[in-house]
């Protein structure tokens, strides 16, 4: 799993983080997203595809990659 | 549809207290892009399936202008929330609008809200404890469903806790569409951009721990900060946002999950599931008000429907996160629901800036009361439960329970 994220279309509703904070966090100057981990582990997966989902701006992309 | 037909009128009556009324079915099945006449007498376009909602409430083209000459007048006599000039205030769109949102997101994100858990426990403690002194029935919604993010809010504002009956009175000027006459309804505001405008001048003399000290220390306009007056709406607009949106919530929560009490009975054993069943309330709540109202600078289309330049569109939430197309049995209730990209708090650039904040409070509130009252249940029959009348969030009068 590979994840981008667009810090443009980001509008800081911090869904992300409360889901996976493992792998998303916020700026603290202007709680935009920040990728802890851009290739983040199977137990992770799930959450991130529910972060991704639910994200108020697609500000999250989620590639699978072998 | 020609102007003779009959023409819906908006909001829908509804009696059910927790029901979504039977129109929204037959709006998004048959007429998803519908004319509404409003309680002004204009008319608007309502919008009710989720596709549309989700895309529109992120389309710049689709402005908050409510204030244009020829936009639809919302509530009875055209004043509050959205026509106020105190929306007018807040940039609606582009950099200086994203600069604003940065600006005052960066005191509302997830990581900030978590740390306030602690303390919002403690005082969802202390207000079950003080409910349960007082005896049963009480009432979940004078008792916590209000007091707790009024707390919280006019902690982070830093104004005192002690006004709270004012701050109330004039967010429900603010935001019922119907109660007020329109003298009463700008005396309030005066009133209340008075007290702001007051309270900012004393950040200023004596700062504190507080957002509105925070935004002041980030200096002038050409200092990347704010204007006096931006200040002043901005904690305004904080303090109607903070107050009645959650407050109202927590109650109607609370009563979708004992309506069918092995809802609740589900998460006494499994407390695990409290954030999905956040999301799931949020997205069920049929009563959830108003809407986001919208107005169109520009000729534009919508589900194959030309909408002319000067439109005004109601996007209802609440019908949209009812779609089947959306949401797998979408009239069912499922605590366990994931993803869950319901539009309970909009959609793209505008939405809910303080949506961690009410998430976690709701969070904070549900866990407290399964722990410390898990026999709750609610103390009259469902049907019993009357709405609150008129106002752009949903609620429910009382919430009458026992434990």
């Known amino acids: 799993m590979k994840i981008t994220v667009d810090e443009v279309k980001c509008c800081g509703a911090g869904q992300c983080v409360l889901i996976a904070p493992e792998v998303f966090d916020q700026r603290d100057e202007d709680g935009i997203v920040i990728l802890l981990e851009p290739e983040p582990g199977e137990d992770q997966h799930a959450l991130v595809r529910e972060a991704a989902a639910v994200c108020p701006a697609a500000a999250i992309e989620v590639s699978d990659q072998a | 549809m020609t102007t003779d037909e009959q023409v819906l009128t908006y909001p829908i009556p509804s009696d059910a207290a927790l029901e979504p009324p039977a129109e929204w079915a037959e709006l998004r099945g048959k007429c998803p892009v519908a004319h ?77 809200m978590s740390a306030l858990r602690p303390a919002m426990t403690e005082m969802a403690e202390q207000l079950i404890d003080d409910m349960v002194e007082r005896g049963q029935p009480g009432d979940l919604k004078a008792s916590l469903g209000f007091p707790l993010p009024v707390y919280v809010i006019c902690d982070m504002l830093g104004v005192p806790a002690e006004d709270r009956d004012r701050f109330s009175y004039w967010s429900d000027t603010l935001l019922n569409l119907t109660r007020y006459r329109k003298e009463e309804i700008e ?39 704010l204007s006096d007056i931006q200040l002043i709406v901005t904690g305004m ?91 797998e049995a979408a009239a069912e209730m499922d605590l366990t629901r994931s993803p869950n990209p319901h539009l309970a708090f909009g959609s793209g650039a505008h939405s809910c800036l303080g949506q961690a904040l009410a998430r976690t409070e709701l969070q904070v509130v549900l866990e407290v009361l399964l722990r410390k009252l898990p026999t709750l249940e609610l103390a009259v029959p469902v049907e019993e439960l009357e709405r609150v009348e008129g106002l752009a969030v949903g609620g429910l009068r009382t919430v009458p329970v026992r434990w």
């Open chain 2, 36 to 112: 509404v006449k409003l309680l002004s007498g204009d008319q608007a376009t309502l919008l009710t399936r989720y596709d549309d909602v989700k895309e529109v409430l992120a389309d710049p083209r689709f402005t908050r202008q409510l204030t244009a000459p020829d936009a639809a007048r919302i509530s009875a006599d055209g004043e509050g929330v959205f026509s106020s000039e105190m929306a007018s205030i807040i940039p609606d769109g582009g950099e200086e609008h994203l600069h604003w949102r940065r600006l005052v997101g960066k005191w509302f994100t997830a990581k900030r």
């Open chain 2, 187 to 225: 005396a309030a505001q005066a009133a209340f951009f008075q007290y702001m405008s007051d309270h900012i001048a004393a950040k200023r003399e004596q700062p504190g721990e507080d957002i509105l000290s925070e935004l002041i220390a980030a200096g002038s306009p050409e200092e990347g900060g």
């Open chain 2, 237 to 327: 607009g904080l303090l109607v946002a903070g107050h009645e949106t959650t407050a109202n919530m927590i109650g109607k929560m609370v009563v979708m999950l004992l309506a069918d009490r092995t809802r609740w009975q589900r998460l006494v054993a499994d407390p695990s599931l409290i954030r999905t069943a956040v999301e799931e309330s949020l997205r069920f709540d049929a009563n959830s008000g108003f809407g986001l109202p919208r107005y169109l600078n520009e000729e534009t289309e919508v589900s194959g429907t030309i909408l002319p330049r000067g439109t005004t569109v109601i996007c209802s939430m609440a019908a949209a996160n009812r779609d089947e197309d959306a949401f």
